[in-house]
C-alpha cells in the first residue's frame, strides 16, 4: 500500500461547548487525536472565545475500518477528494456523528448540528493512496477513480447510474 499521508485533524470548540465532549468525539474516529482541554467553566455567563483543538499527524487507520464496517467506501472516495488540490485534500465530518461512532462526511456548504470535524491529509501519491485506501471486492466490478464519470457532485447529490427507464447509463465490459 502506497505510504499514509499526513493526517491533521481539527475541531473548533464554542463557548458553548465542552471541551473535553468534543475532544471524546474526535477520539472516536481519531482514538490518538490527544489534546489538553481546559477546564469548563463553572459559572454564567460563559466568557471564553471559541478554540481550535489541532493534532498533527494522527493515525488514519481507525476512521478508514469504520468507514468499511458502514460500507461508504465509494462515498468518501468522493467526499474525501473533493477539495484535491496536488497531494493535499481536505474534508469536514460531522462531530455528532462521530460522538456516536460513526462516520458521516458534511458539505462546506451545510450547517450542522454539534460542530464539525476538519481533516486535512497532506502526502505524496495522495490520490494512489485515497483509492487503495478506500478499494473494496465490488471495485473490480464496478471500477472507480477518484474524479470518475460517477462520482458524487458538489453539492453532495449522486450521479444516477440508471435512467428513468431503469436502462445503465454507464458501460461495463459486460454491456459490449
Not at 468534543?22 to 466568557?47: H, M, N, S, W, Y
Request: aromatic share 6%.
Amino acid at each position: 500500500m502506497t505510504q499514509a499521508p499526513m493526517v491533521s485533524v481539527t475541531t473548533r470548540v464554542m463557548p458553548h461547548e465542552v471541551h473535553g465532549a468534543c475532544a471524546k468525539a474526535v477520539q472516536r474516529l481519531f482514538p490518538d487525536f490527544l489534546v489538553e482541554t481546559e477546564p469548563d467553566p463553572a459559572g454564567f455567563p460563559i466568557a471564553r472565545d471559541p478554540t481550535d483543538l489541532r493534532v498533527e499527524g494522527v493515525a488514519p487507520d481507525l476512521f478508514l475500518e469504520m468507514l468499511g464496517k458502514q460500507r461508504i467506501l465509494d462515498t468518501a472516495l468522493d467526499a474525501m477528494s473533493q477539495n484535491l488540490r496536488r497531494n493535499s485534500t481536505s474534508f469536514l465530518l460531522s462531530r455528532q456523528a462521530a460522538l456516536k461512532g460513526k462516520v458521516a462526511f458534511v458539505l462546506a456548504s451545510e450547517r450542522t448540528v454539534g460542530g464539525v470535524i476538519s481533516v486535512e491529509l497532506e502526502g505524496a501519491d495522495l490520490i494512489d493512496w485515497l483509492e487503495e485506501a478506500t478499494h473494496h471486492p465490488g471495485r473490480l466490478d464496478v471500477p472507480r477513480n477518484v474524479g470518475d464519470d460517477v462520482s458524487m457532485l458538489a453539492d453532495g447529490g449522486v450521479t444516477e447510474w440508471f435512467d428513468a427507464k431503469g436502462r445503465a447509463t454507464m458501460q461495463t465490459d459486460d454491456q459490449d
